[in-house]
């Protein structure tokens, strides 16, 4: 055994992450950069040091999922889902809608979902759960507390209406749209998901996973989502036929169960 596969094998027994189901040019080259930064020169090494300190082993497991966001990312996306996608969803279900923003890192992606609605479709109930590997950025986004940068591509009505700008340069959201998000730490690679959702939003992050652990959360996205629901997925992802595992491409980058 190489020592790259006992590591994983260790990573796994440790902090419950399979590292097979990343793609492997990409998770070495991360965990070389960083273990070198802490003066490892072997796996084992460093996965002694990680084993007993758990500052060192938060930042590994931050560094590894990387978790760059900002809200409305990819504005052209979000036209097509309020202009066509949700529309549709309401003529099935016109008073309310399930919404999982899977792997949403600090909270921008569900943010937007949540304004998007109120500003478009006020009198829709919407419940929203948003998910993340990574508890650290889970806290970040509860906080509600941004950087310019991450508001950039906004709308300034929702900049205007929803942020408040504070002393040291960074924007608040408000109360009343961090109050519909309920946050939940979540592996997408190992934990159960939740049914019946009418919208999964799962963007960024299946790039790097192996094309077999894709395919498998593909298909449990399927089992997850009602008759008709969509998947909302990265702009540099696609679903590989996608009809073989029964969702129709409907927008560029929205998938419709059948
Ligand atoms: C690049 S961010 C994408 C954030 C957001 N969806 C977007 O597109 O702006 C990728 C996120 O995937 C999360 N992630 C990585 N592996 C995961 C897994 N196995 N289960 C759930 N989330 C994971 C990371 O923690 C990170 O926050």
Same mark, same amino acid.
Request: proline residues 3%.
């Given at each position: ?28 080259? *991360? ?8 003066? &490892? ?6 996965? @002694? ?5 758990? /500052?060192? *082993?938060?930042? %590994? ?11 409305? *990312? ?13 529309? /549709? ?5 016109? +008073?309310?809608?399930?919404?999982? =923003? ?53 709308? @300034? ?18 109360? /009343? ?7 939940? @730490? +979540? ?9 019946? %959702?009418?919208?999964?939003?799962? *963007? ?17 996205? +399927?089992? =997850? ?9 990265? =702009? ?10 029964? &969702?129709?491409?409907? &927008?560029?980058? &929205?998938?419709?169960?059948?």
């Amino acid at each position: 055994m190489t020592d790259y596969e006992q590591f994983k094998k260790d990573i796994l027994e440790l902090t419950g992450i399979d590292l097979n189901a990343y793609k492997e040019r990409q998770m070495k080259r *991360r965990i070389h950069t960083l273990s070198t930064k802490y003066g &490892f020169k072997t796996y084992n090494d460093f996965f @002694q040091d990680l084993k007993k300190n758990a /500052e060192h *082993r938060k930042h %590994f497991m931050n560094y590894l999922t990387i978790n760059v966001s900002e809200f409305y *990312r990819n504005p052209q996306q979000w036209e097509v889902l309020e202009s066509k996608v949700i529309p /549709e969803l309401l003529t099935k279900n016109k +008073h309310a809608l399930k919404i999982w =923003s899977a792997a949403c890192s600090t909270g921008d992606e569900p943010y937007t979902i949540i304004m998007i609605m109120k500003e478009m479709f006020p009198n829709v109930k919407v419940s929203l759960l948003a998910t993340d590997l990574d508890d650290k950025v889970i806290e970040y986004a509860k906080e509600g507390c941004y950087a310019q940068k991450s508001i950039a591509n906004l709308p @300034q009505k929702y900049v205007q209406k929803y942020f408040k700008k504070e002393a040291n340069g960074m924007y608040r959201l408000s109360r /009343e749209i961090m109050d519909c998000v309920e946050f939940k @730490q +979540h592996n997408l690679l190992a934990d159960r998901y939740d049914t019946n %959702f009418d919208l999964i939003v799962c *963007r960024n992050v299946l790039i790097y996973f192996t094309e077999e652990a894709k395919l498998e959360v593909f298909k449990r996205f +399927h089992s =997850s989502l009602r008759p008709e629901g969509y998947l909302f997925i990265g =702009s540099t992802e696609q679903i590989l036929q996608a009809r073989s595992i029964h &969702f129709e491409p409907q &927008f560029s980058f &929205f998938y419709k169960k059948v």
